[in-house]
């Protein structure tokens, strides 16, 4: 059995910082990095073996790019497992890929290749809106899980509730812009232009909503310690 004493310094333990907590949850520089190179190794087989270089006939080259894309995410899940990580990102994104490439073949298109990712946004984007709506902000909810030690004593507090709101409502314009930007791409049928701009745009976008995020909460946070400090 566990010692009185142990479970206290188990309970009065800091945990980590709400930026290395989500990072965490998210996978962190690595998992942006292993989500990317699925989509990288699909874009770049599907062009460099289309007839525009290589010379394959359209169907011949997609079938490629699907077997790297695919590939990567197995291998990518492979070594994690190996090294005895967590494989919980690896797998959600195989099921996203193999998804994504079911529907280009079946299609024969490649821009099929994006379309759930796509919907899995713009879903993504209206959830955050909803709960705007009903005053019950996500990102609050997500703050309270990782940084609260699973307290949501935030809705008595009024400047925090309000800026759960405003950055809910935040992330729901910023993964609305992601998804949009492909969407249009994907009406135009730029199937490669959707991988680039994926990789290039949307993870910059992301970065940029996590940093402002993280430090808008601490500004919130850090002002009332120091006034509870001072009172």
């Known amino acids: 059995m566990i010692a009185e004493h142990d479970l206290q310094k188990v309970e009065e333990e800091p945990l980590p910082s709400m930026s290395e907590q989500i990072a965490e949850q998210l996978g962190g520089v690595r998992g942006l990095i ?72 079946r299609t024969g298109d490649a821009k099929n290749f994006y379309l759930p990712g796509i919907l899995l946004t713009f879903g993504q984007a209206a959830a955050l809106l909803v709960s705007v709506a009903f005053r019950k902000p996500l990102i609050g909810y997500a703050w309270g899980i990782m940084a609260n030690k699973g307290k949501q004593d935030w809705f008595a507090n009024a400047p925090l509730f309000r800026t759960f709101q405003w950055l809910t409502v935040l992330w729901a314009v910023s993964l609305s812009v992601r998804a949009g930007i492909q969407a249009y791409l994907y009406w135009l049928g730029e199937a490669n232009a959707i991988g680039i701009v994926r990789i290039l745009v949307s993870w910059p976008i992301y970065a940029a909503t996590f940093a402002f995020t993280v430090w808008a909460i601490h500004r919130v946070t850090s002002a009332q310690r120091r006034e509870t400090a001072v009172a």
């Open 34 to 105: 292993e989500s990317s190179v699925p989509v990288l190794a699909f874009v770049l087989l599907n062009v460099l073996l289309g007839e525009s270089v290589a010379g394959l006939e359209k169907r011949d080259a997609l079938l490629w790019a699907i077997i790297g894309s695919v590939g990567s995410a197995l291998a990518i899940g492979g070594v994690r497992l190996a090294r005895r990580q967590p494989v919980r990102h690896a797998v959600n994104g195989l099921f996203g890929i193999a998804l994504g490439a079911w529907l280009a073949w």
